[in-house]
């Protein structure tokens, strides 16, 4: 199995979110040539935080994607000269107004490496303590909720819970407890 | 928390994949009122599949979003016409020349419930025979992988299988395990 060779690469449009590029690509087993659809998204970083009480600090909020509001781990985009432990501290901060001086790298993901090609970022935040009110932007409404960890694989199990990268984060959670 | 009410809804652009909507909506909460970009995508389906010896079948492409090769759960689109259970059945065919009597429904979730408008739906498919082979599509090209519970935490862990649905779908299968 080898990689298929990259012929051109034209951006179709640009978003607030992502590039959209048309790819032409061949592969070297086939000779098989063809155009495919790729979305280059800055990486994203999602934090499992916890507080002193036990409980993970998710939050609440109306998603555009779905139509529908969402529980999820807080979570944000890498800004420029960010690395992702920068933005992990950044956005627990901004969304739950909680900040920890207890960090575990739980490693990256690819959301969708069959046409998204960016990486997603795990951190597990301990011992979090309330500093002070959210800091959000003009379109973010926020709302926390806290549970258990029992209440947390019971929302993710029935699908209350339904980001898949709220999943990817408390598989790897869970994973990095057990070794 | 209350959904944003949708003003107006503009197709940008029309892929094989998704169609790329801009979604004009209003915030009940703050009046703010803002144009947000929507992927709308047909829905996915992905497969754990285990086979007679309690080995985990997967399978190795390469993807042109992220430009590796990566290992996942066999998965694929949601044809007209089909249900969750037809797909999960044809592409565990189709993708790994496998069939199965025994089929555990293990639930959906939102890939990115942020800016992407769809869901995938899991399967878990016991005492998985070989049945013939692989039925790929033009530019398809498929290796299959085949490791036990252990080994596939470990690769979950490692990063070396970085798809998040992958993940979602090891989670779903580990707590419908646990229940």
Redesign the interface.
């Known amino acids: 199995?080898?990689?298929?060779l990259?012929i051109s690469k034209n951006l179709?449009?640009k978003?607030?979110?992502?590039e959209?590029y048309s790819?032409r690509?061949k592969?070297p087993?086939?000779g098989?040539e063809?155009d495919?659809?790729?979305?280059e998204c800055r990486d994203w970083v999602n934090v499992i935080a916890r507080d002193s009480h036990g409980e993970f600090i998710l939050v609440?909020?109306?998603?555009?994607?779905?139509?529908?509001?969402?529980i999820?781990f807080p979570a944000g985009v890498m800004e420029k000269g960010e690395n992702p432990a920068d933005t992990a501290a950044r956005e627990l901060r901004e969304e739950t107004g909680h900040i920890s001086n207890k960090w575990v790298d739980l490693?990256?993901?690819?959301?969708?490496?069959?046409?998204?090609?960016n990486s997603?970022h795990f951190f597990f935040a301990d011992n979090c303590e309330y500093e002070g009110e959210l800091i959000l932007d003009?379109?973010e409404?926020i709302?926390i909720v806290t549970m258990d960890l029992q209440e947390l694989?019971k929302q993710?199990?029935?699908?209350k819970i339904?980001?898949?990268?709220t999943?990817?984060g408390?598989?790897?959670f869970?994973?990095?407890e057990n070794?």
Not at 36 to 39: A, R, S, T
Not at 108 to 113: A, E, F, L
Request: proline share 3%; aromatic share 8%; charged share 20%.
């Open positions: 199995m080898k990689k298929w990259t179709i449009r978003s607030v979110i992502f959209n790819v690509r592969s087993l086939s098989n063809g495919f659809e790729v979305l609440k909020q109306y998603r555009h994607g779905v139509d529908e509001i969402t999820e490693g990256s993901c690819n959301p969708n490496p069959a046409f998204i090609k997603c003009h379109f409404e709302e694989k993710v199990l029935s699908g339904s980001h898949s990268l999943h990817t408390l598989l790897k869970l994973l990095n070794t």
